[in-house]
């Protein structure tokens, strides 16, 4: 995959999902939509919440949430005052939830996240939290279906266990063939070449922190 592809600032490798405004790598759509025939023969309308997302929009994100415009969240999901705390501190709470621009998953075409919009009880909106999708959450049958199903599509859950970086996203499913080989490809030094030439709040300290990022929020996902 070209770097700039890689690192969401383009979109050259994408095609349209059937649901508008949805777009993975044809190799990954494919693989999904059979995904999506099969659960549907269970009873499961599989949807996707989000699926390609750009540099650009990570980036308004990551501001967002650096700045204080956006909610930030410690990691048991209660709000936080950003500019209560140390930049350093800042960066670190906001990768427990999103990930670095540049960084994504989301930015490879490979990974989306999903869920079934008929378990969602009237009146209750969407709110990816790993409750929705654990015992007595309005998603554990379809999770339970997932984990039953998803390999033999060449699905995984990336974020399936807490390692001490990146929360448990039990919605994250990332299309193994083609994520494994976007992984191997990001590198600290290609991230802090593209961070350098992009307005992301937090940059000097982020570009101190690189090494450990990486370590700790970008190659440490567990596979199932």
């Not at 693989?31 to 023969?41: I, K």
């Not at 949807?47 to 650009?56: G, K, L, V």
Request: glycine share 6%; charged share 20%; proline share 8%.
């Amino acid at each position: 995959m070209k770097p700039l592809c890689l690192l969401g600032l383009s979109e050259a490798h994408l095609v349209a999902l059937n649901e508008p405004g949805h777009r993975l790598q044809a190799e990954a759509r494919d693989a999904f939509m059979a995904m999506q025939a099969a659960a549907a023969e269970a009873g499961f309308q599989l949807m996707p919440a989000s699926s390609f997302r750009s540099f650009e929009r990570q980036l308004a994100i990551w501001n967002g949430k650096f700045e204080g415009s956006r909610p930030l969240l410690d990691a048991d999901s209660r709000p936080l005052d950003a500019l209560a705390l140390s930049a350093p501190e800042r960066v670190h709470a906001i990768l427990h939830w999103s990930a670095l621009p540049g960084t994504s998953r989301h930015h490879w075409g490979t990974d989306l996240d999903i869920y079934d919009p008929t378990l969602l009880p009237p009146g209750k909106k969407l709110q990816l939290e790993p409750w929705e999708y654990e015992p007595g959450g309005y998603f554990y049958p379809l999770s339970q279906w997932l984990a039953a199903n998803r390999a033999r599509f060449g699905f995984y859950l990336p974020y399936q266990r807490d390692l001490g970086g990146v929360a448990i996203e039990p919605w994250h499913l990332s299309y193994r063939p083609q994520a494994a080989d976007c992984a191997g490809l990001l590198t600290p030094s290609l991230v802090a070449d593209t961070l350098r030439r992009q307005p992301v709040a937090g940059k000097a300290h982020i570009l101190k922190q690189l090494d450990e990022i990486f370590a700790r929020y970008i190659t440490t996902t567990p596979e199932d």
